[in-house]
């Protein structure tokens, strides 16, 4: 009767050992930790927000930025905070620097799991047919063609660590252009055609691509919307929520995105904009 008793419990016991090995198995810890990210144009703004975030969710972050001062001054900040963060100075439009930017993020901590490409310029305000060829040519060429090149730069770096996630940061207006900032917008869209188009092609590799596309985000980017109070109120008569975005606001969807929450999300943009009409 002893043995069948003991026979009786055993599945019980086993039960009770997989739930005590499940709680106890790791779960709790940061959803980035072991992670290495890289964050263009990430010393202020949208960019610092997201690389903070990643900090906080248990990255270790490559920031960077054109100026020296201005990484400095944003790493220290981070580190001010406890938070694991280095910085690399980075024009993205220099495949010199694009290059040295990715070689000693490896040479730092042995690897890249994560890229948000951040980096934008929108060097003209006015009617898209009166765009200059000078000013054209800077915005395709940092929003677009540096985008695309440093992807494809850090696709190798990616696979070597059996996969990994990309976001780019888009914006609302390319969905919805606006008509002071028409080559912008259309820069923007651009980087959802190579959302949908990278992530497809990589797919196969276990990488991961999405885009952020923000909306009227308080920065010092978009101040000529918050600098004028009659500017501000015709802006935030199209944002349902009634104010204007934070960075932190974008920072969090991004963590998201990079995290093993997102297995199963690519090719995606995600709009963060108060609840601006975008598309159905």
């Known amino acids: 009767m002893l043995r069948q008793l003991c026979k009786s419990l055993a ?57 020296q001062k201005n990484v400095d001054a944003a790493v220290q900040q981070l580190r001010d905070l406890d938070l694991p963060a280095t910085g690399v100075v980075c024009h993205v439009g220099k495949k010199a620097d694009r290059d040295r930017l990715l070689a000693e993020t490896v040479q730092q901590y042995g690897g890249i ?53 990309i976001v780019l940061v888009g914006s609302f207006a390319g969905y919805r252009p606006n008509p002071m900032i028409g080559a912008y917008s259309v820069s923007k869209t651009a ?43 015709i802006a935030m008569q199209q944002v349902p929520m009634g104010r204007m975005g934070t960075p932190e606001d974008c920072a969090g969807t991004v963590s998201f995105l990079v995290s093993d929450d997102a297995n199963y999300i690519t090719g995606e943009t995600v709009v963060v904009s108060g609840g601006m009409t975008s598309r159905l």
């Open 11 to 67: 599945p019980a016991a086993e039960m009770v050992s997989v739930l005590q090995t499940r709680l106890t198995s790791g779960t709790s810890g940061p959803k980035l930790a072991g992670k290495v990210a890289v964050v263009t144009a990430s010393t202020e703004g949208i960019g610092f927000a997201i690389a903070k975030r990643l900090c906080e969710d248990g990255a270790k972050v490559v920031i960077s930025s054109r100026k």
């Open 113 to 165: 799991d994560i890229l948000v490409s951040n980096a934008a310029a929108n060097p003209y305000y006015g009617p898209l047919l009166d765009t200059s060829d000078e000013a054209w040519d800077k915005i395709f060429d940092t929003n677009v063609k540096a985008t695309f090149l440093l992807c494809k730069e850090v696709v190798p770096h990616l696979e070597k660590r059996g996969g990994g996630s």
């Open 191 to 233: 980087l959802l055609g190579l959302t949908k188009t990278l992530a497809p092609e990589l797919a196969g590799k276990n990488i991961r691509v999405n885009c952020l596309a923000p909306g009227i985000i308080k920065t010092k980017f978009s101040r000529a919307l918050w600098e004028n109070d009659t500017v501000h109120d």
